[in-house]
């Protein structure tokens, strides 16, 4: 366009010289045709360009389109951190104006308190220099006034021709998972609950509701040790219902049923609430006494004695009466040891008579 500007401002001057020199008509002429030839050069260019820009609107709409059609949130910023695009969806996610906001950084979202401000703008700031990605979680303040849990994500970038730098950031709504989530964990955690309660009812005697002999292995061995280490006495009790076969024989399993539960409860009655009360077997019941020593395990066998004499009553109020082999739990010394040494003194008792206690 240099070059047609002189060609025209020569012909202004040889215009002047039209009637004095006729060398000056043919050079005219020439320059004439020499413009005709630029500015068809320029139209071409022209067109060329129209093209250009044509096609880079097409590109403009096609990849404006794409990133208003995605589902998430998507925002973009310049080399000065500022925004200078937000899609449709995050619009619509925050129920914001974007006029309200392009060209203005993080610090316009009045929405965070300052310090976080002054931190995502630092980051934003590296981010754009070093072209690194940062991850969050984060809840926002959704257009429905509730509040949305997102993953957010940002990334600095610079363009190969011009060298300019820039940040883009994208927001997933993970409401829904998370809600799923704290779902499944309160579904996890009533499983537990159930099962550990399962695990408890399984160590419970159906007919009594006190333990059965299954807490022998872990319970019991688990205390014992609690107590050793503690230098402190425990003592086990075995006590038989007595003729308890002919109970069952004469007024039916219902009565035999009646005497266990009222046995067990006579049981809970007579023990402290820390002992551990265990139907051993059938009409076998084995109580162990912690912290004890051979007087008080001696007091709490005869209670129980005498309880199960007064209060167990068959319906022609004959008495059921009980005997009690007594041992001490020995340091080092297993369970099942312990338990053949207490069933000696029951023995002992059944031998004796009935109705009475043996300490071995």
Known sequence: MDNLKRSIKQLENLIGKLDRNLDANYHIL????????????????????????????????????????????????????????????????????PDDYLNRTVYSLEYLPINEREKYHRE??????????????????????????????????????????????????????????????????????????????????????????RVLGELVQKVIEKDEKKSLSVYFLLADLDHFKLVNDNYGHSMGD?????????????????????????EEFLII?????RLSAMKVAERIRCCAEKKLLLPNNCSITVSIGVTEYKTAEGVDSCLYRVDSALYQAKENGRNQIVVY
């Open 30 to 97: 020439e320059l004439i045709e020499d413009c005709k030839k630029e500015i068809g050069k320029k139209e071409e260019e022209l067109v060329e360009l129209k093209d250009q820009l044509k096609n880079a609107r097409k590109d403009k709409e096609f990849y404006l389109t794409a990133l208003n059609s995605l589902p998430n949130p998507i925002f973009m910023k310049n080399s000065r951190a500022e925004f200078i695009f937000f899609n449709e969806a995050y619009q619509e996610y925050f129920n914001m104006n």
């Open 289 to 293: 006494l912690l912290d004890a020593d």
């Open 258 to 282: 009646k005497i266990l539960v009222n046995f067990s409860s006579l049981l809970k009655e007579s023990c402290r609430e820390k002992d551990i009360i265990i139907r051993y077997g059938g």
């Open 124 to 213: 934003d700031i590296e981010l754009i220099q070093s072209g690194r990605v940062k991850y969050h979680e984060k809840f926002f303040q959704l257009a429905d006034k509730n509040h949305g849990n997102a993953l957010y994500w940002s990334k600095g970038f610079m363009t190969e021709q011009t060298k300019t730098h820039g940040l883009i950031g994208e927001i997933v709504d993970i409401s829904i998972q998370t809600s799923l989530k704290n779902e499944l964990k309160k579904n996890i955690d009533k499983l537990e609950l159930a099962n550990q309660q399962i695990q408890e009812m399984a160590k419970l005697d159906y007919l009594t509701n006190i333990y059965n002999r």
